[in-house]
């Protein structure tokens, strides 16, 4: 009889031989993913994928103020049956969630951009390509068959941006996402205290770094070397050499960017056409009334303007003006599918998630990604069953409500 008790209590879990599979079978939340990969990553890797412009204002408010939304849940409502689909740029898409565009993705993992294409594709998402981006238009074009979008920033070299955008056109890419908030690169003070480079160089306190983690420093030893892979060849600097990545980028992009340079790009393009950095409810309206097919409301994750907006407080007023006339993509701060449906309850039409898949592409390589997606896709799910929404089209403002800064009982 004690065997027996003892058998049926001592049930251990079969041994997971798979690394990254056995990091992640203790992983609850994307803060947990943010955690493992620092522990894997060099620090001054893991301070670019993670920091923010000066003070962190920005990167802190993004996050804190989903935090601070409360929703306001119905009950009895039948929820028998969730269903998370939405619609992004008049697609069905199975949650309206889109990977965002991040510059030298391979620092996190040798796979890089290739790892979150795929990963997107499986899910059935957009996934957005960065000019920045350490895998090409046509490496991408290679491993996914999904949608896909090709972020620009505005080169001082026209020629080089129009043979960007037709390469991205030819690959198969359906739409242009123009980033307009790095008429300057905003003071990232993490890269600074390190002299933090792209691609990092290897320096005494690097190669300390080495011998603590040596599964990066193998996997980056290992792999191709990393470049700019979309301008690699057509120009002097093409991130194949060590280079300070606010020099370089206050010298190859255009400050004198305007909304006529926006209308330049879109008779280079045949497809939709959406502008990522906005940040106020005037550049909204223009961007309705110019004929653009969306607004990717972002403050560059915090990393450009450090007092800029929470991007979720852009939401309502934003969807108040321009709702329904064009997309809306919030873009900032998402770690949970909480915080998609909050999003959504205010007048976004989609999301945008960067640093969380960038999190699990570091902690878990391209199993990280896929569990960031199915994680955001289950909390969505749960958390309109919660609040009372069986379907996207049932999500409104009156779910969601922010309470008063110091309100509560006497």
Same mark, same amino acid.
């Given at each position: 009889?004690?065997i027996?008790?003892?058998?049926?209590?001592?049930?251990?879990?079969?041994? *997971? $031989?798979?690394?990254?599979? =056995?990091? @992640?079978?203790?992983?609850? &939340? !994307?803060?947990?993913?943010?955690? +493992?990969?620092? /522990?894997?990553?060099?620090?001054?890797?893991?301070?670019?994928?993670?920091g923010?412009?000066?003070?962190?204002?920005?990167?802190?408010?993004?996050?804190?103020?989903?935090? *601070? $939304?409360?929703?306001?849940? =119905?009950? @009895?409502?039948?929820?028998? &049956? !969730?269903?998370?689909?939405?619609? +992004?740029?008049? /697609?069905?898409?199975?949650?309206?969630?889109?990977?965002?565009?991040?510059?030298?993705?391979?620092?996190?993992?040798?796979?890089?951009?290739?790892?979150?294409?795929?990963?997107?594709?499986?899910?059935?998402?957009?996934?957005?390509?960065?000019?920045?981006?350490?895998?090409?238009?046509?490496?991408?074009?290679?491993?996914?068959?999904?949608s896909?979008?090709?972020?620009?920033y505005?080169?001082?070299?026209?020629?080089?941006?129009?043979?960007?955008?037709?390469?991205?056109?030819?690959?198969?890419?359906?739409?242009?996402?123009?980033?307009?908030?790095?008429?300057?690169?905003?003071?990232?003070?993490?890269?600074?205290?390190?002299?933090?480079?792209?691609?990092?160089?290897?320096?005494?306190?690097?190669?300390?770094?080495?011998?603590?983690?040596?599964?990066?420093?193998?996997?980056?030893?290992?792999?191709?070397?990393?470049?700019?892979?979309?301008?690699?060849?057509?120009?002097?600097?093409?991130?194949?050499?060590?280079?300070?990545?606010a020099?370089?980028?206050?010298s190859?992009?255009?400050?004198?960017?305007?909304?006529?340079?926006?209308?330049?790009?879109?008779?280079?393009?045949?497809?939709?056409?959406?502008?990522?950095?906005?940040?106020?409810?005037?550049d909204?309206?223009?961007?309705?009334?110019?004929?653009?097919?969306?607004?990717?409301?972002?403050?560059?994750?915090?990393?450009?303007?450090?007092?800029?907006?929470?991007?979720?407080?852009?939401?309502a007023?934003?969807?108040?003006?321009?709702?329904?006339?064009?997309?809306?993509?919030?873009?900032g701060g998402?770690?949970?599918?909480?915080?998609?449906?909050?999003?959504?309850?205010?007048?976004?039409?989609?999301?945008?998630?960067?640093?969380?898949?960038?999190?699990?592409?570091?902690a878990?390589?391209?199993?990280?990604?896929?569990?960031?997606?199915?994680?955001?896709?289950?909390?969505?799910?749960?958390?309109?069953?919660?609040?009372?929404?069986?379907?996207?089209?049932?999500?409104?403002?009156?779910?969601?409500?922010?309470?008063?800064?110091?309100?509560?009982?006497?």
């Amino acid at each position: 009889m004690v065997i027996d008790t003892l058998r049926s209590v001592l049930q251990f879990r079969r041994f *997971e $031989l798979d690394a990254a599979r =056995r990091r @992640l079978q203790g992983v609850a &939340s !994307v803060e947990d993913l943010r955690r +493992i990969a620092r /522990r894997r990553l060099p620090g001054g890797v893991f301070d670019y994928i993670d920091g923010g412009a000066e003070d962190e204002v920005a990167l802190d408010r993004n996050t804190r103020a989903f935090r *601070e $939304l409360e929703f306001v849940p =119905r009950v @009895l409502r039948d929820m028998g &049956s !969730v269903d998370t689909t939405g619609t +992004i740029l008049g /697609r069905q898409v199975p949650l309206p969630l889109i990977l965002a565009p991040t510059g030298f993705t391979r620092v996190a993992d040798p796979a890089g951009e290739l790892a979150a294409a795929r990963a997107a594709d499986r899910a059935g998402l957009p996934y957005a390509l960065s000019t920045m981006g350490t895998r090409s238009v046509e490496e991408v074009a290679a491993v996914s068959e999904g949608s896909k979008w090709f972020q620009v920033y505005v080169w001082r070299d026209r020629g080089l941006l129009a043979e960007m955008i037709q390469r991205a056109a030819a690959a198969g890419f359906e739409v242009l996402c123009i980033t307009v908030d790095a008429a300057m690169l905003g003071r990232r003070e993490r890269d600074v205290r390190r002299g933090f480079t792209l691609p990092p160089k290897l320096g005494l306190d690097t190669l300390m770094e080495a011998m603590i983690r040596p599964g990066w420093s193998l996997r980056f030893a290992r792999s191709e070397p990393i470049s700019f892979a979309n301008v690699a060849g057509n120009t002097h600097i093409d991130g194949s050499t060590a280079v300070d990545l606010a020099a370089f980028m206050n010298s190859q992009f255009d400050p004198t960017l305007s909304w006529d340079d926006v209308e330049w790009m879109r008779s280079e393009w045949a497809g939709p056409v959406l502008i990522k950095g906005v940040q106020s409810v005037a550049d909204a309206v223009i961007a309705r009334d110019q004929g653009l097919n969306g607004v990717v409301l972002s403050n560059h994750g915090g990393r450009q303007l450090d007092s800029a907006p929470a991007v979720i407080d852009l939401v309502a007023p934003v969807a108040s003006k321009v709702g329904g006339d064009l997309d809306i993509v919030c873009d900032g701060g998402i770690r949970r599918g909480g915080d998609i449906v909050k999003a959504l309850s205010l007048g976004a039409t989609s999301c945008m998630i960067g640093r969380a898949y960038l999190y699990g592409l570091a902690a878990a390589g391209e199993e990280g990604v896929d569990w960031v997606i199915e994680h955001l896709r289950t909390g969505m799910q749960r958390d309109m069953a919660l609040v009372g929404a069986s379907s996207v089209a049932e999500l409104s403002p009156e779910l969601v409500h922010r309470p008063r800064s110091g309100s509560g009982q006497t």
